[in-house]
Nanobody, 118 residues
Framework: QVQLVASGGGLTQPGGSLNLSCTASGSTTNLYTMGWWYRQTPESQREVVALINSLNEVTAVKDSVKGRFIISGDNTKNTVYLQMNSLRSDDTGIYYC??????????WGQGTQVTVSS
C-alpha cells in the first residue's frame, strides 16, 4: 500500500500564493506519476490540476492554471510540489495528492483545503 502525506494550502487573498507538497511512502516504485487533482465543491467531480512523472516530465496541466501554477518533483524523496501563484477565487477547493505506479492503481491523499477569498 502507498501512503500519501500532504501539507500546505490554507487561506489567501486573490492574487496571493500558496504551496502544496506531498510525499509518498510505503510500496512506492521508481516509475510513477504524482500530482494534484481538485474538487471545487463537495458535489463536483475531481479534476486534474497538474501531474508529473518520476522522470520529472509534466504530463498534465489544467488549462486555467497554466502560467500560474508550477508543479515540480523530487524523485529521490517521492515528493511532489505545487507552487500556486496569482490565485483566484475559482481555485478554491479541496486539493488531493495523487500517486500512481506505472502499472498499478490510483492512490489518493486525504485532501487539503485551499481557500482564496478577500
Amino acid at each position: 500500500q502507498v501512503q500519501l502525506v500532504a501539507s500546505g494550502g490554507g487561506l489567501t487573498q486573490p492574487g496571493g500564493s500558496l504551496n502544496l507538497s506531498c510525499t509518498a511512502s510505503g510500496s512506492t516504485t521508481n516509475l510513477y506519476t504524482m500530482g494534484w487533482w481538485y474538487r471545487q465543491t463537495p458535489e463536483s467531480q475531481r479534476e486534474v490540476v497538474a501531474l508529473i512523472n518520476s522522470l520529472n516530465e509534466v504530463t498534465a496541466v489544467k488549462d486555467s492554471v497554466k502560467g500560474r501554477f508550477i508543479i515540480s518533483g523530487d524523485n529521490t524523496k517521492n515528493t511532489v510540489y505545487l507552487q500556486m501563484n496569482s490565485l483566484r477565487s475559482d481555485d478554491t477547493g479541496i486539493y488531493y495528492c495523487y500517486y500512481k505506479k506505472t502499472w498499478g492503481p490510483d492512490h489518493w491523499g486525504q485532501g487539503t483545503q485551499v481557500t482564496v477569498s478577500s
